[in-house]
């Protein structure tokens, strides 16, 4: 006869093996669970013509949009902002007047002219339909005040650059043999980014700001700077009451015509850029006088995030999200290629990405709410990435679920369409507690987790995790490596080879039949255990003490 407490010890055990079971079961291989065909078709959807490279405001983007919504839906996915899949997003579109002129005086001498696109590129921050500026040059050398590095350009009264136009270089001062670890070395911070620079320099009250630049400090050509400034940018609107500061124009110059404006001061560019690289560095008032008439098309719209939820399993932590995140967005139609070809389709950023996150959200929908992972989940698309991660930093400013109840966020844009591979990055996930789920997940796979190949890009700060790490919460952008199994050949090999030459960013990003939809399901399919093992574990997920965003962590968690 069995005896009540048998037959307790009996259900204990049942429950508890189908606990392991469920657990067991996530950290089993889920590659069937995913449809490699389903994977393909949405890649393809996604980054077709239809669509029109999915420009925010544009009809294509309103199609793709809409189409990500009915994925979700289709899948079982719940609307994520009350009862709509839509977070809309107030953003400004400004388009610089491409007949637009720079003129650069120096009193008594004649003026010169440089044209727009060809020697430089800006845009409104103000946000408004004119942008006049008359203002003195003032060389600033890189342009970063770093307390943690002892380092500032800015050196002088703040009149020195209240209503100037400030011309600066990109990234990072160089380290030396002396300091070889200054600014991070051979890693870029934040202080090297270009977005950095401009909100430095908005701080200090400057009119405008020319940024310098070269293919190698910028990490691109100018082909990419000029396509990207010289059609239509976007900003997150400003609300009346908003008092942050903000410049009347975010320029570039090509390093020629930034050289000569410089001659035209009696001043040489090299020269200068010996002296920047210095921490006694001083500024340079140049005497010449910058002009710009900035005439722009404005045009108000809103753009949105696309999110759905999941509910975890576990009655207490699925209070608490793990949020996957791609951005749908891209260029649009712009300038036209050689060929006349003029629709930006990022099929591989990020349409790849949007796919990736849509074949998560398939296979957790179909796990009964019982054995889903404890925490829940939520799946963000954020608009406005190419435009400086807007629809990311809006949900960070406007999260959806408290941010002191989201454990992590895994960022997906670009994910690998070239062939399987035994290696992955995990951008910034050694910055806090989530590197152990991650090294976990890869090593059940037998796959390594490698280090930032290209920590001199700034790849940290070009994606939407980043804002999630600007407000505390633990994020990764998570990325395919290079290690081919086996090494790619034919058109995936040049592909990959020559992609940030002449596919980043160009009308030539485009889907081909020969893109391989299980080295995009490889992918997806760690990024879930990843976010399986981040919903999971019992303490929330946290930034390293060390780390430059421990503060916000803490701030987030009330200063726990
Ligand atoms: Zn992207």
């Known amino acids: 006869m069995i005896t009540t407490s048998r037959i307790k010890s009996l259900v204990t055990f049942a429950v508890y093996a189908a606990l ?3 657990q067991a079961g996530f950290s089993q291989d889920l590659t069937s669970k995913f449809s490699a065909d389903k994977m393909r078709e949405r890649v393809k959807k996604i980054s077709s013509d239809e669509f029109e490279g999915r420009g925010p405001g544009s009809k294509g983007a309103g ?88 380092w500032n350009d800015y050196k002088g009264p ?83 009451g908003d008092k942050s500061p903000f410049l009347q124009f975010k320029g570039w110059a090509t390093n020629e015509a930034s050289s000569a404006i410089l001659v035209q001061a009696g001043l040489n560019l090299d020269e200068l850029r010996a002296k920047a690289a210095r921490r006694d560095f001083q500024p340079v008032k140049t005497g010449v006088n910058v002009m710009l008439d900035l005439s722009s098309e404005i045009k108000r719209l809103n753009s949105p995030n696309v999110v759905g939820v999941l509910k975890g399993s576990d009655p207490k932590m699925s209070s608490e999200f793990v949020v996957y995140s791609a951005h749908w967005d891209h260029f649009g139609i712009g300038e036209p290629a050689a060929n006349g070809d003029k629709i930006y389709n990022g099929a591989y950023d990020n349409a790849s990405g949007v796919a990736a996150v849509l074949g998560i959200a398939d296979v957790l929908a179909k796990i009964a709410l019982k054995d889903r992972p404890k ?23 406007h999260p959806l679920v408290p941010l002191a109840k989201t454990a992590a ?36 796979r037998h796959l390594t987790i490698g280090g930032d190949k290209n920590s001199d890009k700034g790849f940290f700060y070009r994606s939407d995790h980043f804002p999630f790490a600007k407000v505390g919460v633990p994020s990764v952008n998570f990325q395919h490596g290079d290690t081919f199994t086996p090494p790619l050949k034919g058109d995936a090999a040049t592909f990959f080879r ?29 990024a879930l255990a990843i976010g399986v093992k981040l919903a999971n574990v019992k303490e929330m997920p946290r930034f390293k003490s060390t780390d430059e965003f421990y503060s916000a962590d803490k701030k987030r968690l009330g200063g726990r």
């Open 409 to 444: 966020d895994v960022n997906l844009d670009g994910v690998n369409i070239f062939g399987k591979v035994s290696d992955f990055v995990a951008l910034g996930a050694d910055r806090s507690s989530i590197i152990d789920q991650i090294l976990e997940a890869a090593n059940e």
């Open 158 to 240: 703040a009149e020195d650059y209240k209503g100037k136009v400030l011309m600066m270089l990109v990234n990072d001062p160089p380290a030396t043999s002396s300091e070889p670890n200054l600014f991070g070395g051979k890693a870029l911070t934040y202080y090297g980014r270009w977005t950095y620079k401009f909100e430095e320099a908005a701080r200090r009250g400057a009119a405008g700001v020319i940024l310098v630049h070269t293919t190698e400090s910028a990490g691109y050509g100018w082909n990419v700077v000029r396509t990207s400034n010289g059609s239509w940018r976007y900003d997150i609107a400003r609300t009346p």
């Open 498 to 526: 020559d992609y940030t030459a002449k596919y980043y960013h160009q009308v030539t990003d485009e889907y081909h039949d020969w893109w391989d939809a299980s080295a995009m399901v490889q992918e997806a399919e760690l």
């Open 375 to 397: 925490r829940s989940t939520l799946f963000l698309f954020t608009t406005g990435e190419e435009q400086g991660l807007l629809g990311a930093e809006y949900y960070s400013r």
């Open 63 to 150: 199609l793709a949009t809409q189409y990500i919504a009915d994925q979700l839906k289709a899948a079982g996915v719940t609307p994520g902002n009350g009862s709509s899949y839509f977070q809309n997003v107030p953003l400004v579109g400004v388009k610089a007047d491409p007949m637009s002129y720079l003129r650069v005086e120096r009193s008594g001498q004649p003026g010169k002219l440089y044209k727009f696109g060809d020697d430089f590129v800006a845009f409104s921050g103000a946000q408004s339909a004119k942008s006049d500026v008359n203002a003195e040059l003032v060389f600033v050398g890189y342009g970063i005040d770093a307390p943690m590095y002892n």
């Open 20 to 22: 392991l079971l469920t």
